[in-house]
C-alpha cells in the first residue's frame, strides 16, 4: 500500500468529519467556539474545577503569559526532538527487524493524516499539560466505528480534548463530537486512548484529572498580573511626571495641561512615552519648582523576585528543574550543581510523558513482537551507563577466572542488568549447546514435538548437512515467530552435534592480534608484571660445575 493510500485509508475511516471536507478558503475558526473562547475571557474569576469552561480557561491562559508559553514550548520541543525507535523485540528474525523499519517510517511520516508523528505528539503534549480533561488520540483501523478494530492499525491521530467526552463504560469510554457534523460517536476502547495528568479518585470523574496549567494556576495568573499591573502604570504613554511651578495651582490647569501634553505627544509620534507637563501661574507668589514622577513602581514591589518563585513553581509543575526550562534564571552554578541538577531532573516529567507514550504505542498500536523506544541521546547518561558496564565486566572476569560462577549465570546476570535481549541470551546458550533454560540441547533429538521430530529424526553423519539445508530453507522463507524459533533450536542441536565449533589453541608464539602479554595477571583491577627472564651466566655455571668435580 502506498503511503497516498494509507492516509486517504486512514481519512476515510477516521471518525473526525472535519478533515474530510472539501477545502474552503475560510478560515478554520468556528463561531460557537470563538463565542465560547469570548465569554471565558470576560471574566476575571476562573471557572471551578471541573468544567468545559475551565478548560477553555486554561487554554486561552497560554496566550497570555509569555513564561508559561515558553515553558511549555522548551517542554515539548525537548521531547519531540528525541528520535522514536520501533524495534523488534527478537531481533534474529528478520521478518520482524523489516516490519519494524516500515512502522517506524509510518508512524513519523503519516500519522495524523500524513502530518506526522511530530505533529501528533505536539497537541497530545499541549492537552496532557494544558486540559484536566487530558489528551485523546484515535486508534484509526478497519471496522465498525463504535466497534473493536479488525486488522493492523492503520494510522493514529490526535482527537480535540474540548470535542472527548468521558463515560463510566470501559466498553466505550469516551464520546466524540465531530466538530463539523455536529455527530457523536461512542469510541470503542481500542479505537481511542484517553489519558490525563492526576487522575481525580472522586467518583464520577470518570479519570478527568489536575493538568500542569491547572495545578500552577494562581503562579501563572500572578505573573500574568503583575506584568498588567506594570503595562498599566508604566506602559501605554502615561505621563511622565508633573512640573509645578509656584506655590499652588489651579486642578482646572494641571488638567487643561495634560491634555495639552498629550496632544503634543501625539503630533510628536510618540506611542509609549510621555515627556513631562509642565503647569504653572505666573500670578502665584513664593515662586518654587516641583517634579512629582507618575510612571515609578511602588517600592514594595519586587519585579525579579517574584517573577523568579512564579517561575520556579511553573518548573516544578513540569516535573523539571527550574534552570531547564529557563536557562537565564540563575548564573553562576557550578558544574556540581548542574550535575546535580541534571540527576534531579532526569526521570521526572519528560522520563513520566516518554514512558506514557512508549505504553501507548506499545499496547494500541504496535503488534506483539515489536515496541516502541524513545532514544534519549544523554551524554552524561551514556558516559555513566559505560562506566558502569565497565566495572561489571571486570568484575563477571574476575568472578570466571576464579570459577566463582559459570558462563551461563554470567549471561542471566547480564540479561537481568538489560544488557543483552533476550534472544542474544539464547543466541549464546545455544552456541554452547544450552537450550534457554540450561537443558542440553541434544536432548531435542529425542523430543515428542512433531516439529523437532520432523526436523531431527533419523538425522546422522551421513545427512546432516542435508537436514541444515532444509531448516535454513524454512527459517528464510517462514514468519511464524513461535516456529522460527523452535527451528533454531534445532539448527543449534545439529551443529553441535555433528559440527561443533573447533576451540582454538595459542601458542606463545601465534597469539591473537592486541593480546597484551606485559602482563600475566589481572586481580582485582590491579595488573601484576610477569616475572623478569634472565639469560643465564656462562661463567658462573662453568664455576659452579667445577667446584662440584
Excluded at 497537541?123 to 493492523?152: M, S
Excluded at 509656584?246 to 501625539?266: K, N
Aim: aromatic share 8%; proline share 4%.
Amino acid at each position: 500500500m502506498s503511503d497516498n493510500q494509507i492516509v486517504q485509508n486512514a481519512i476515510s475511516t477516521s471518525v473526525q468529519g472535519d478533515i474530510k471536507k472539501p477545502p474552503e478558503e475560510t478560515g478554520a475558526s468556528n463561531s460557537a467556539i470563538n463565542m465560547l473562547f469570548m465569554l471565558g475571557s470576560a471574566s476575571s474569576l476562573v471557572p471551578p474545577w471541573w468544567s468545559t469552561a475551565r478548560d477553555i480557561y486554561l487554554r486561552q491562559l497560554i496566550t497570555k503569559s509569555d513564561h508559561l508559553a515558553g515553558a511549555l514550548y522548551n517542554f515539548s520541543i525537548k521531547l519531540r526532538t528525541i528520535p522514536l525507535r520501533i524495534l523488534a523485540k527478537n531481533e534474529s528474525i528478520k521478518s520482524h527487524v523489516n516490519l519494524a523499519e516500515a512502522y517506524e517510517r509510518e508512524l513519523k511520516q503519516l500519522a495524523d493524516f500524513g502530518k506526522g508523528f511530530d505533529t501528533t505528539f505536539s497537541k497530545w503534549i499541549d492537552d496532557y499539560h494544558t486540559q484536566d480533561n487530558g489528551a485523546f488520540l484515535e486508534i484509526i483501523a478497519d471496522g465498525p466505528k463504535d466497534g473493536p478494530i479488525r486488522g493492523r492499525v492503520i494510522s493514529i491521530a490526535h482527537l480535540d480534548s474540548a470535542q472527548c467526552t468521558r463515560t463510566s463504560n470501559p466498553e466505550y469510554p469516551v464520546i466524540y463530537k465531530d466538530l463539523e457534523t455536529g455527530k457523536a460517536y461512542k469510541l470503542h476502547r481500542t479505537r481511542v486512548v484517553a489519558t490525563s495528568q492526576r487522575p481525580s479518585a472522586k467518583a464520577g470523574m470518570n479519570d478527568v484529572g489536575y493538568c500542569t496549567v491547572s495545578n500552577i494556576l494562581h503562579s501563572v495568573q500572578s505573573l500574568i498580573d503583575n506584568m498588567t499591573y506594570k503595562e498599566e502604570r508604566v506602559g501605554s504613554r502615561p505621563t511622565e511626571a508633573i512640573i509645578v511651578t509656584g506655590g499652588g495651582l489651579d486642578p482646572e490647569d494641571v488638567r487643561l495641561a495634560i491634555e495639552l501634553q498629550r496632544t503634543e505627544d501625539t503630533n510628536s509620534g510618540l506611542s509609549k512615552y510621555s515627556r513631562a507637563v509642565l503647569a504653572g501661574s505666573r500670578n502665584v507668589q513664593d515662586p518654587k519648582f516641583d517634579i512629582y514622577r507618575l510612571t515609578q513602581m511602588p517600592e514594595w514591589f519586587n519585579e525579579r523576585e517574584s517573577t523568579i518563585i512564579s517561575m520556579a513553581v511553573i518548573a516544578m509543575g513540569f516535573g523539571m528543574d527550574a534552570r531547564e526550562l529557563f536557562p537565564a534564571m540563575e548564573t553562576g552554578a557550578s558544574k556540581a550543581d548542574a550535575i546535580i541538577s541534571h540527576i534531579k531532573q532526569r526521570g521526572k516529567g519528560p522520563g513520566h510523558v516518554l514512558s506514557i507514550m512508549e505504553n501507548i504505542l506499545n499496547v494500541w498500536v504496535l503488534p506483539s513482537f515489536l515496541k516502541a523506544s524513545f532514544d534519549y541521546q544523554d551524554d552524561s547518561e551514556d558516559r555513566q551507563r559505560a562506566e558502569i558496564t565497565n566495572v561489571r565486566a571486570q568484575a563477571r572476569e574476575r568472578d570466571l577466572n576464579s570459577y566463582v560462577v559459570t558462563k551461563r549465570v554470567v549471561r542471566q546476570n547480564m540479561l537481568r542488568d538489560v544488557e543483552i535481549t533476550r534472544s542474544q541470551f539464547e543466541d549464546l546458550e545455544l552456541e554452547d549447546g544450552r537450550l534457554p533454560s540450561g537443558v542440553d540441547i541434544t536432548v531435542l533429538f529425542e523430543s515428542d514435538d512433531p516439529d523437532y521430530s520432523r526436523w531431527l529424526g533419523g538425522v546422522n553423519e551421513s545427512n546432516w548437512e542435508d537436514k541444515k539445508k532444509e531448516i535454513d530453507k524454512f527459517l528464510i522463507n517462514s514468519r511464524d515467530e513461535q516456529m522460527i524459533i523452535k527451528a533454531r533450536r534445532a539448527l543449534a542441536a545439529i551443529k553441535y552435534e555433528y559440527n561443533p565449533p573447533e576451540e582454538q589453541q595459542y601458542s606463545q608464539n601465534d597469539k591473537p592480534v592486541g593480546t597484551d602479554d606485559s602482563y600475566e595477571d589481572e586481580r582485582y583491577g590491579r595488573k601484576l608484571p610477569k616475572p623478569v627472564d634472565t639469560v643465564d651466566d656462562e661463567t658462573q655455571r662453568y664455576q659452579e660445575r667445577n667446584l662440584n668435580e
